[in-house]
């Protein structure tokens, strides 16, 4: 089973570079970590020789910090400027994006910011080359494409319950001791020990989608040590697992209507004609040309969420939608593959593995089936194209789970703290911008200053605003704090 939606990074649809880490020592460093070129992987070269990498040993349970320990693999390219700050580090989301393969493919939307700061990220535990979980195999993933994740009978009921359990199975097989060790609290603990190794005072930080989660967990937890932090496109903090699934359902439904806006129609019967569609393939899945492959409802669903993470992608939408009308699922199973990681030989990422370890982890609440079944209705009225999936995603998702749970919603009060720059998109769909005025709220008075745009698509730095990059880099350059409140047209 693969969820459809979580706090995905911003770019959920780029093609990423992939970076190992290798070994010997640079010049004019204090870090005492032995940074060196990064290597080529299987999947990619590597990135230019600017860019280096090191592992940092970290306890593997901080409870025992003179236990065990695991290596985090971090990456960076230094300040080109003369009057640097120090390091800015950045987190993609997901939970389970890798940093050591995003941030080269994302350092040009930043490249203002390098001008003071080294630019640094890493793979938070339990993800690519720091422990990174692999829960099952490619061809255990592409069976599972057939599972029915929104049952009509008991039979299919049954299957989609199994499977879920299967893969916590999985999960449990490969992770071992790691399951109970890879919560947002602990990656917020990594990026202390990160600060303190790149000999910064305090932590400036770049979150992104799910990196808002865990900014505003190491805020709370390091309020004095909280130095120039932004949270983009920001998961609600007060929101229950429950509750995150009914903000995604309306959140997509909304980008879903200002694209079937955009295309001249009525987005209500836009949005009947698309379920309809989904009803169809749920019923009989569609031929794609690729041997031994059908798009099924999941597929289907996941391959129209993908164009809606940016404005730049409802054309290639419009494209996807008009041929599964005509009986061609070839469009929206490549879409889907995309955001599902699967390369044309049939491999795929592990981002959705390390994602759902991670957050079902976190998230205390294990809905059951009946709860289900009774919140249903409540998710058909949000979202009549997404709401029965995120529904039954609420049940399934941590169905059987071999690990307890740490919390119902995360904490990130954090009196004391300096301001913390929080930015909300009223267009975004994964994370939608009633989530970034909570998030200032509970970061508590004086500490979280809101900047809004109004614009579209998941993120709002680097999407096309002027007003909104100009902000942040006076921010994080120069430290100046903007009006809490201000807006970004």
């Known amino acids: 089973m693969t969820r459809f939606v979580r706090w995905t990074a911003l770019a959920a649809a780029s093609a990423l570079l992939a970076a190992g880490c290798g070994g010997g020592t640079s010049d004019d460093d ?114 599972a494409e057939s599972v029915d994740v929104t049952p009509d009978t008991p039979a299919e009921e049954k299957a989609y319950f199994e499977d879920a359990a299967d893969f916590g199975k999985g999960c449990r097989k490969d992770a071992g001791k790691l399951m109970a060790h890879v919560s947002t609290a ?6 202390d020990r990160i600060r303190k190794v790149l ?10 989608s799910y990196g808002t989660e865990l900014g505003g967990t190491y805020a709370h937890l390091f309020p004095k040590r909280v130095g120039r932090m932004t949270l983009d496109a920001v998961v609600d903090p007060a929101a229950d ?16 209507n200002g694209y079937l806006e955009s295309t001249g129609e009525d987005p209500q019967e836009g949005s009947r004609k698309i379920a309809g569609l989904l009803r169809r393939i749920d019923e009989r899945p569609l031929a794609t040309g690729t041997p031994g492959r059908k798009l099924t409802q999941a597929l289907a669903v996941t391959g129209i969420i993908l164009p809606l993470y940016s404005k730049d992608s409802w054309p290639t939408l419009t ?13 929206l199973l490549a879409l889907a593959d995309r ?17 759902r370890v991670i957050s079902c982890l976190d998230d205390r609440q294990r809905p059951t089936p009946a709860r289900t079944k009774e919140l249903l209705p409540r998710f058909e009225k949000i979202s009549p194209v997404f709401g029965t999936f995120l529904g039954w995603d609420t049940a399934g998702w941590c169905h059987d789970w071999p690990v307890p749970g740490q919390h119902d ?17 009223t267009g975004d769909p994964a994370t939608p911008y009633e989530g970034a005025r ?52």
């Open 438 to 489: 909570r998030m200032a709220d509970e970061l508590g008075k004086g500490v979280g200053v809101m900047l809004t745009w109004r614009g579209e698509g998941h993120g709002a730095y680097g999407s096309g605003s002027d007003c909104v990059d100009s902000t942040v880099n006076a921010y994080l350059l120069d430290g100046s704090v903007p009006k809490d409140g201000k807006v970004c047209s």
């Open 186 to 191: 602990d990656s917020a603990r990594d990026m």
């Open 30 to 143: 204090k870090s005492g970590l032995a940074w060196g070129r990064c290597k080529a992987t299987a999947d990619a070269p590597a990135p230019s020789s600017e860019w280096q990498c090191a592992t940092l040993k970290v306890p593997l349970d901080w409870s025992k910090p003179d236990g065990e320990t695991i290596g985090l693999a971090l990456i960076r390219a230094r300040a080109r400027g003369d009057d640097r700050v120090g390091s800015l580090l950045f987190n993609f989301g997901g939970p389970g994006a890798s940093g050591v393969s995003m941030m080269p493919s994302y350092a040009p939307t930043v490249s203002a910011l390098r001008e003071r700061y080294d630019l640094v990220s890493w793979d938070p535990r339990g993800v690519g080359a720091s422990e990174g979980v692999r829960c099952r195999g490619d061809d255990e993933i592409q069976a």
């Open 241 to 256: 697992t429950v509750g995150h699934a009914q903000n995604q359902a309306r959140g997509f439904q909304r980008a879903l």
């Open 199 to 208: 000999a910064d005072k305090r932590l400036n930080y770049f979150g992104i």
């Open 339 to 355: 955001y599902n990681e699967r390369d044309p030989s049939g491999r795929y990422g592990t981002t959705t593995h390390s994602q």
């Open 319 to 331: 494209g996807a939608l008009d041929a599964a009308e005509k009986g061609d699922g070839s469009e």
């Open 409 to 425: 919603t995360p904490e990130v009060s954090a009196p004391g703290a300096a301001p913390v720059l929080v930015v909300g998109n």
